[in-house]
């Protein structure tokens, strides 16, 4: 999982501010046995993927698992921390195919590019390919779990270094602040970042993104 960032700079998703947003670690308890966690979050994600998040109860797990509900509670203290568990995956996921696709960038430019790319056409895949684990992404930006916060700051450390690097060959302008800029980014691309907004620009795509992260590259210009 993607450390906290130590900097000063932040940046907003779905309407949350890095910088102030707590991060404590998913609502574990319990022995450390992570097998049977494993196995409680494995019996999740296949509940929620077919009955949805909200129609699914800490007793639909326990009997789908073959334990005792109290058992369950042993390891979780709710049902919201297993679905933080389940959703901190997911977005650890889109985080490191983005991370991955912009390390193969040749420059900072193709870097941003890659990293935006690939974040939403990663998400766009969810969205179509598992619905409803999608939909608790979307449930906890809108809720503010803290397992999104993980998240979002690895995306702000990967935007950060790749402005750095264009301010340092001077593919970038220096004049405008760092926490500035990567906010001002962010709020551009929201509508393509945000699993709460992405389901209502799917017709924009992939032109959309496309156009506002050229858009933001030539405002980055120096």
Not at 52 to 63: E, F, H, M, P, Q
Not at 84 to 103: D, Q, S, V
Request: charged fraction near 25%; aromatic fraction near 10%; hydrophobic fraction near 40%.
């Amino acid at each position: 999982m993607v450390t906290r960032c130590q900097s000063a700079e932040k940046c907003y998703i779905g309407g949350m501010s890095t910088e102030t947003l707590p991060l404590p670690p998913v609502r574990q308890r319990g022995p450390v046995d992570h097998t049977i966690r494993e196995q409680i979050v494995i019996a999740a994600h296949a509940h929620f993927t077919h009955y949805g998040y909200d129609k699914t109860t800490v007793s639909d797990l326990a009997k789908a698992i073959g334990f005792s509900k109290a058992y369950i509670y042993k390891f979780f203290d709710s049902k919201q921390a297993i679905g933080e568990a389940i959703c901190a995956n997911c977005l650890e996921g889109l985080l490191t195919r983005g991370r991955t696709e912009a390390a193969q960038g040749k420059s900072a430019t193709d870097k941003l590019r890659r990293l935006f790319r690939t974040i939403v056409s990663a998400s766009v895949e969810l969205f179509f390919d598992d619905r409803k684990l999608y939909d608790i992404a979307a449930h906890a930006t809108l809720e503010h779990w803290p397992a999104c916060g993980p998240y979002m700051d690895g995306l702000n450390e990967t935007l950060q270094a790749i402005i750095l690097e264009g301010r340092e060959s001077g593919e970038f302008e220096r004049k405008t602040p760092l926490d500035e800029t990567c906010r001002s980014i962010f709020y551009a691309l929201r509508p393509f970042i945000d699993p709460v907004f992405l389901e209502r620009s799917l017709d924009l795509l992939p032109d959309a993104q496309t156009e506002v992260t050229g858009l933001v590259l030539r405002s980055l210009a120096p």
